[in-house]
């Protein structure tokens, strides 16, 4: 059974930081490329972050870079996204993704980062 489990979010304050994890089984997971997703209330999904299966490639969205780090740990079958300076426009739901072309595809379910005074 393929699971994708988010954890490390939670309520901090502006210029803060926060490190996530997603911890995944049920698939080859060197094998796949990761990625970080979140979405606000009352807007879109939106890619944050993503990495290559073997870590050695990444990408971020344009506004989050220098901000973010995306890493991987391929022994530990485990992603993390450190996030430093945070804003209150940050505040969102972080998913992981898993993604190895049409059809192979796995989201988590999401961990809750808030951030506000």
């Known amino acids: 059974q393929v699971q994708l489990v988010e954890s490390g979010g939670g309520l901090v304050q502006p210029g803060g930081s926060l490190r996530l994890s997603c911890a995944a089984s049920g698939f080859t997971f060197s094998s796949y490329a990761m990625r970080w997703y979140r979405q606000a209330p009352g807007k879109e999904r939106e890619l944050v972050a993503h990495?290559?299966?073997?870590?050695?490639?990444?990408k971020y969205t344009d506004s989050l870079k220098g901000r973010f780090t995306i890493s991987r740990d391929n022994a530990k079958n485990t992603i993390y996204l450190q996030m430093n300076s945070l804003k209150p426009e940050d505040t969102a739901v972080y998913y992981c993704?898993?993604?190895?072309?049409?059809?192979?595809?796995?989201w988590g379910q999401g961990t809750q980062v808030t951030v506000s005074s």
């Open positions: 990495i290559n299966s073997i870590g050695s490639y990444t």
């Open positions: 993704n898993a993604v190895r072309g049409v059809g192979y595809e796995y």
